[in-house]
């Protein structure tokens, strides 16, 4: 983090929260709601599942992809600033997939 600096370290934190916002809104048009309703967040959520949780992140761990953690019938998500746009993405394309399977 020193290494970083404060400059750096912000624009880390920016870019985390940005990604996971972009992913929670694309999960949110598949069913996935927020558990915290419109509450702040910063790069984790908690999200219902209408989707077997535990179905989810196996298929995305056969993709290469850490997916979220299944929790109580949902999946606590997380996003960094490692995370791309066609990462993120491409979780959205596989859920889509368990999700019509």
């Known amino acids: 983090l020193a290494a970083m600096g404060p400059k750096g370290l912000r624009q880390a934190a920016e870019s ?16 996935f709601g927020l558990r915290s309703g419109d509450k702040p967040f910063f790069h984790e959520f908690l999200t219902d599942s209408p989707i077997e949780p535990e179905t989810l992140c196996a298929k995305l761990e056969e993709q290469g992809i850490l997916g979220g953690l299944p929790v ?14 066609e990462d993120m993405d491409d979780v959205v394309e596989i859920a889509k997939e368990v999700f019509s399977a």
Do not use: R
Not at 75 to 80: D, G, P, S
């Open 72 to 85: 109580d019938g949902g999946i606590l998500w997380c996003c960094t600033e490692l995370n791309s746009k």
């Open 16 to 31: 985390s929260a940005a990604h996971a916002h972009y992913l929670a809104g694309e999960l949110a048009k598949l069913g």
